[in-house]
């Protein structure tokens, strides 16, 4: 739908160069209000979905499905960088691995893994950011992670390059990834391009384009879009009227928690069970 209200769910495609916050000021602007939060950010140098909530939606952001994430990306073998992709100084470099030697490592780097963050990332070390830390020229004293990779599907393949689509959980450094991989084939290796294509059930071949935020002409959806396939239980005035009062209401669906709609499908909030019951988590509903 086209956006008549700034309370919506919107989908962007960002282009390379953009951070995530140059596309939530876009938003801000095409939606014509300040409040507008993201599920995710992307690097500057990377591609592909954002998901964003405006208005009242951003109140949802809690219940935004976040997994599995997706990404295309492009592996270059040979060179190691600072900041574990192309935009970094060269600290390392080895010989390319064979063809083998590549597949052969991807099982390793799949499933449950202790990944270290790449020291230019957004982790905390000592209350400030990794970057702030890396940017003085000082190695951030950064631990692992339990991450999740649940599948590598290679693309294409060349002697000095691998593009894999990769599928994984939130938190996952696909930087680091490529950096282990080429650790991995005995050489060296970091990311070259990184493509977001998939956020739990968003799609970014339903995003909108950076020109068209940027002229307004943008394509929005309902906010109970947003809760993925989280139950639904729509419910009549009177339980409309009690939810807004903050009043238990009776569950006729299953599960832990439900959006909670109008009879026009609107949202009127998030429900979480008790009992027999729901007590909304979130009421969006003011009149």
């Not at 073998?77 to 390392?92: A, H, I, N, P, S």
């Not at 599907?153 to 680091?176: D, K, M, W």
């Amino acid at each position: 739908m086209r956006a008549t209200s700034t309370d919506v769910l919107l989908l962007v495609d960002k282009p390379a160069g953009l951070s995530s916050h140059d596309v939530v000021a876009l938003a801000r602007r095409a939606l014509g209000t300040r409040k507008v939060g993201h599920g995710g950010t992307l690097d500057p140098f990377a591609t592909g979905l954002l998901v964003l909530l405006a208005g009242r939606g951003t109140r949802l952001l809690q219940f935004v499905p976040s997994e599995p994430k997706v990404y295309e990306a492009t592996i270059a073998f040979g060179t190691e960088t600072d900041t574990d992709d192309g935009t970094g100084v060269v600290v390392r470099e080895a010989p390319l691995p064979t063809a083998l030697d590549v597949l052969g490592a991807i099982p390793a780097l799949t499933g449950d893994l202790d990944q270290l963050p790449p020291a230019y990332s957004a982790k905390h070390v000592g209350g400030e950011r990794a970057y702030a830390v890396a940017r003085r020229g000082e190695q951030p004293a950064l631990v692992t992670s339990r991450v999740h990779v649940g599948e590598w599907n290679v693309l294409e393949q060349t002697p000095g390059s691998l593009r894999a689509r990769i599928t994984c959980g939130t938190g996952t450094y696909i930087r680091s990834l490529a950096r282990d991989l080429g650790r991995a084939t005995g050489s060296a290796a970091h990311l070259a391009a990184l493509r977001r294509v998939q956020v739990g059930p968003f799609d970014v071949r339903d995003a909108n384009g950076i020109e068209a935020l940027r002229s307004g002409e943008i394509t929005v959806r309902e906010l109970h879009e947003a809760l993925g396939d989280l139950p639904r239980q729509v419910l009549d005035d009177d339980a409309v009227r009690r939810v807004r009062q903050g009043l238990m209401i009776p569950a006729s669906v299953e599960g832990a928690r439900a959006a909670l709609l109008d009879a026009h499908g609107d949202l009127v909030g998030v429900g979480a069970r008790s009992g027999d019951s729901w007590h909304a988590d979130v009421v969006l509903a003011t009149t």
